[in-house]
């Protein structure tokens, strides 16, 4: 008789999750800054373990309060995506619940795990849809106006506690980025910038990449200034530094219903892509 056994994930297992990582197709890993691994010892992780052996893992910690991403669920063939899911989910759940609930979501790229989710409750709130911006020459680069008393420079690692205030202030909880995580950004980027005035920064720009394509992997700017070009502005200066880098891509993602977000990259010569990805959430409720 084979013993089944789910329990909080830790660093001594690391090499069994990273084999499981490494070598199972069925796999859901959230596009993060951190790798799943680095995720171990951190709340709301597990390990689903039968006779000592991890055959399945799922991790959601939390970095924004009551906010949990699924950052990772893999599973061997011994289980479907169904039962592996429905094992480890229900502990998962009533963890959560007794640590005070949470809002747990996912970008469900693969058909499998968007199955899934839909069967065990999750809803469907959004969609990611991608965009690509092309150097297509000439293009003639101007420089790019910062509106009234705003001038935009290079990002430095003393900026990051205000650069986290601006993103927090700019967007939704669900899709705040805690400070490690903008400092892990900041580390990788291969360009970022602030647009600033006297009173301090109101928005920033981080983008990775290299070869022929790059990323916008964030776009934030604060709402007292929302509108007035200040995101134009970053992104005018961003595509002339591309453009000499020799980078001819550059491409992003938003929600679909960030109708302020879509206009901004449509009208700076962002095309979609075709490509979008559902985006869904589960409210756990804390036990009363």
Request: proline share 6%.
């Amino acid at each position: 008789m084979i013993n089944t056994l789910v329990r909080p994930a830790d660093p001594k297992d690391h090499q069994q999750i990273s084999n499981l990582i490494f070598f199972e197709s069925r796999l859901h890993r959230h596009l993060d800054w951190r790798s799943p691994l680095e995720w171990l010892g951190a709340p709301f992780y597990w390990a689903l373990e039968e006779d000592g052996q991890i055959t399945a893992a799922l991790a959601c910690p939390t970095e924004r309060e009551r906010i949990a991403w699924v950052r990772l669920f893999v599973y061997t063939g011994r289980w479907s995506a169904e039962s592996a899911w429905n094992i480890i989910w229900a502990a998962a759940r009533q963890e959560i619940a007794e640590a005070g609930g949470a809002t747990v979501a996912a970008i469900a790229v693969q058909p499998w795990f968007q199955d899934v989710l839909a069967t065990s409750g999750f809803e469907n709130r959004q969609q990611i849809v991608m965009l690509e911006w092309r150097y297509q020459p000439p293009f003639a680069f101007t420089s790019p106006r910062e509106p009234g008393e705003l001038h935009i420079r290079r990002m430095t690692e003393a900026d990051l506690p205000e650069v986290q205030r601006t993103d927090a202030a700019s967007f939704d909880p669900l899709w705040q980025n805690a400070p490690e995580t903008i400092r892990k950004a900041f580390d990788q980027a291969l360009y970022a910038t602030v647009i600033e005035n006297e009173q301090g920064i109101l928005g920033y720009q981080l983008s990775t990449g290299g070869g022929q394509r790059a990323h916008l992997a964030r776009l934030a700017v604060h709402p007292a200034v929302q509108g007035k070009g200040a995101g134009r502005a970053l992104l005018s200066d961003l595509f002339r530094y591309i453009t000499y880098a020799g980078i001819s891509r550059l491409s992003v993602n938003t929600q679909s219903d960030n109708q302020a977000s879509l206009s901004l990259y449509q009208r700076t010569g962002f095309v979609r892509t075709g490509e979008a990805y559902p985006v869904y959430t589960f409210d756990v409720s804390p036990y009363a």
